[in-house]
Nanobody, 120 residues
Framework: VQLQASGGGLVQAGGSLRLSCAAS????????MAWHRQAPGKERDLVAR???????NYADSVKGRFTISRDNPKNTVYLQMNSLKPEDTAVYYC???????????????WGQGTQVTVSS
């Protein structure tokens, strides 16, 4: 099982980006998928999470600007980021609690980071 993130880049303040994260491999359950971010010199923080039942939660700093969604048949989660601010600059990581097929155990998986840079 792997998570593959894409969609980062450089954008001006006020602009938009959409991140994607696809889970590949033989998967029997995806309990939740999430996006975290880590700015230089700071800890990695949760940005948004979506459960298998489509319940969402967001960091206060992104509420009203970011939207997390998922495409279940594609095992893909998206993060639509609007009204971007310079303080959103960070490496964004996707994360999921997944159960591989044939395994009775779920575990947390992480994708590689994707850089988001917002210029002022």
């Amino acid at each position: 099982v792997q998570l593959q993130a894409s969609g980062g880049g450089l954008v001006q303040a006020g602009g938009s980006l959409r991140l994607s994260c696809a889970a590949s491999g033989s998967i029997s359950n995806i309990f939740y998928m999430a996006w975290h971010r880590q700015a230089p010199g700071k800890e990695r923080d949760l940005v948004a999470r979506i459960t298998s039942g489509n319940r969402t939660n967001y960091a206060d700093s992104v509420k009203g600007r970011f939207t997390i969604s998922r495409d279940n048949p594609k095992n893909t989660v998206y993060l639509q980021m609007n009204s971007l601010k310079p303080e959103d600059t960070a490496v964004y990581y996707c994360n999921g609690l997944l159960q591989p097929s044939g395994s009775g155990v779920s575990r947390s998986y992480w994708g590689q980071g994707t850089q988001v840079t917002v210029s002022s």
